[in-house]
């Protein structure tokens, strides 16, 4: 704006001594043009006036007269009819040309007056003549010189450029005074309140339309802050990190999960992304991005894996930068994992009781088998067959689990549900010589049943199974926690963390002599997760384990 203003004034005040300058030059070629011609007419009406006295008296004189003639500031010439010179004030006639064809002597003996006007070579100087004819057919001629209108000019120079110096300053000051006046009210515009300005009505429409663009700048701008918020909103609640790249790589925006995975300060902004990142797998998937439109990679961070997905993006036809987004991908990747270690679980879980009833059938088929000996083959079959069934029947249970699907829930009162447990499994027990009791006050939990009961009968069975004979198992059920204690062989460290895990034994040997199917454990967390309880495990070897399950208020 101060620039603007600056040459402003400088072209009003060049504009405004230019003007008066030229007025001044104007004026002055002007006035000495009409005085130039004022006073020549003036002149020209003198010279006809004394060439009528001297007309009278050369006709009633002759030339007497004219010798008699005292003519300073005139000439004076006596022509005859044919153009000879008779007499001339100045210069002798006899060395005079012949006047016939000057033009004021011909208009003066067609017309009886003649006037013509000649320039000297120089043009400095012209000769205004004036002639008459006489009653005798002669002409008379007067004649003055005066400087042209351009001598005239030149004879006064000094003076011109004195008035135009003088008037140049002055127009330069007053000028200087008009511009600064001019302009100072716009360098007073208050532009942040266009409307609120006292000034020139011509600058009404030009405020009014700079308060119409403040408005729509100000609507634009709140609303590029209410999404840059929302942006910012969204970004730093997204669970994956997410990197806004230029062209160059570098970085333009990034959000705190990205942050905390790439390990990255708050000044990388601006920086290049590839010395956050400088595995040679996130070089090539940036470079992909960015010339064929989209990257791929994976890596390892903190312990987790992580996919990144890195796509080009455009603007009228032009690569203007990249999105990077990383997905943790450790829970997908450890799902998979299960899922190929329970197929093959599965498969070797089914394999082992069908190949024992396949093998027991052949004998049976084939004859082989004496008849007394036929029981305890069929004993055996039906033996396989029922963990067959058995193992099936966790497997489809665990399914609904990982479904999630929602069962019909009603409040179970868990003492009695742990007493109902305890009279299932009194016969295993006894068998076993393990004492089975109850404990607790109890208390009621709003859930499905049948996965409860899952929950106790599973931890109570295996407490049973991995005890010593003469041992016990008690059920303590108190203050919305359902804990199963045993005096059993005990868990070694290293496999307490993996025991819910799905057909994992810490025994192989031991789970085959008892008959489980190995997925136990797997049911009672999952269904534990479904009821949102935790479950905690304090085991040793050689003093027992101890399972807490508890359920949130």
């Known amino acids: 704006m101060l620039s603007l203003c600056f040459s402003m004034t400088s072209k009003i005040f060049r504009s405004t001594v230019f003007v008066a300058v030229l007025v001044l030059l104007c004026s002055l070629g002007i006035v000495m043009g009409v005085l130039y011609d004022h006073f020549t007419g003036v002149q020209v009406e003198q010279l006809k006036d004394e060439l009528s006295l001297a007309a009278s008296g050369t006709q009633k004189y002759g030339s007497t007269f004219l010798e008699n003639v005292e003519a300073d500031r005139f000439r004076i010439t006596w022509i005859g009819p044919d153009g000879t010179v008779l007499f001339d004030t100045q210069v002798d006639p006899a060395a005079m040309e012949n006047h016939a064809d000057r033009e004021e002597i011909r208009q003066a003996l067609q017309t009886g007056t003649g006037s013509a006007v000649r320039a000297s070579a120089t043009l400095t100087e012209q000769t205004f003549y004036e002639a008459r004819r006489l009653e005798d057919g002669s002409v008379l001629r007067i004649s003055a010189s005066q400087e042209s209108a351009w001598a005239l000019m030149l004879g006064m120079l000094w003076p011109i450029v004195l008035i135009a110096a003088v008037a140049i300053l002055l127009s330069a000051f007053l000028a200087r005074k008009m511009a600064k006046r001019i302009v100072e009210p716009l360098n007073s515009l208050d532009l942040e309140h266009?409307?609120?300005?006292?000034?020139?009505?011509?600058?009404?429409?030009?405020?009014?339309?700079?308060?119409?663009?403040?408005?729509?700048?100000?609507?634009?701008?709140?609303?590029?802050?209410?999404?840059?918020?929302?942006?910012?909103?969204?970004?730093?609640?997204?669970?994956?990190?997410?990197?806004?790249?230029?062209?160059?790589?570098?970085?333009?925006?990034?959000?705190?999960?990205?942050?905390?995975?790439?390990?990255?300060?708050?000044?990388?902004?601006?920086?290049?992304?590839?010395?956050?990142?400088?595995?040679?797998?996130?070089?090539?998937?940036?470079?992909?991005?960015?010339?064929?439109?989209?990257?791929?990679?994976?890596?390892?961070?903190?312990?987790?894996?992580?996919?990144?997905?890195?796509?080009?993006?455009?603007?009228?036809?032009?690569?203007?930068?990249a999105v990077v987004l990383a997905f943790d991908i450790t829970e997908r990747l450890n799902a998979e994992q299960l899922r190929r270690e329970f197929s093959a679980n599965v498969s070797h879980e089914l394999k082992t009781p069908l190949q024992g009833i396949i093998g027991s059938a052949e004998l049976l088929e084939s004859g082989m088998v004496k008849k007394a000996d036929q029981p305890r083959f069929v004993g055996h079959i039906r033996?396989?067959?029922?963990?067959?069934?058995?193992?099936?029947?966790?497997?489809?249970?665990?399914?609904?689990?990982?479904?999630?699907?929602?069962?019909?829930?009603?409040?179970?009162?868990?003492?009695?549900?742990?007493?109902?447990?305890?009279?299932?499994?009194?016969?295993?027990?006894?068998?076993?010589?393990?004492?089975?009791?109850?404990?607790?006050?109890?208390?009621?939990?709003?859930?499905?049943?049948?996965?409860?009961?899952?929950?106790?009968?599973?931890l109570c069975d295996n407490a049973i199974k991995y005890n010593l004979p003469g041992g016990s198992v008690e059920i303590y059920v108190q203050a919305r926690k359902l804990t199963v204690s045993d005096t059993g062989i005990g868990i070694p460290p290293e496999h307490q963390e993996r025991i819910f895990e799905r057909f994992y034994r810490v025994d192989k040997s031991h789970s085959k002599a008892s008959g489980g199917t190995g997925l136990g454990l797997s049911i009672v967390k999952h269904a534990a997760a479904y009821h949102k309880a935790a479950i905690e495990l304090d085991s040793a070897p050689g003093r027992g384990t101890t399972v807490t399950v508890i359920f949130p208020q």
């Open 383 to 458: 033996k396989e067959a029922s963990r067959l069934v058995d193992l099936i029947e966790d497997i489809i249970r665990l399914s609904q689990l990982d479904e999630g699907v929602a069962l019909p829930a009603e409040q179970v009162d868990m003492l009695a549900l742990a007493e109902e447990v305890k009279e299932l499994l009194a016969p295993g027990a006894e068998q076993r010589d393990i004492k089975l009791c109850v404990a607790g006050d109890g208390f009621t939990v709003k859930g499905v049943r049948g996965m409860l009961q899952e929950i106790l009968y599973n």
């Open 194 to 321: 266009p409307l609120k300005n006292k000034t020139y009505e011509e600058l009404a429409p030009l405020l009014q339309r700079i308060h119409r663009q403040h408005n729509q700048i100000a609507a634009q701008m709140e609303e590029l802050r209410r999404r840059t918020d929302e942006f910012d909103q969204i970004t730093e609640n997204m669970q994956e990190g997410l990197v806004l790249l230029s062209s160059e790589a570098k970085v333009l925006a990034i959000n705190s999960t990205a942050k905390r995975l790439f390990d990255a300060p708050d000044s990388c902004l601006g920086k290049s992304f590839l010395m956050l990142e400088r595995s040679s797998d996130m070089r090539a998937a940036v470079n992909d991005a960015l010339d064929k439109g989209r990257g791929i990679t994976r890596a390892n961070k903190n312990g987790r894996d992580y996919q990144f997905n890195l796509s080009r993006i455009q603007s009228d036809g032009a690569v203007i930068g």
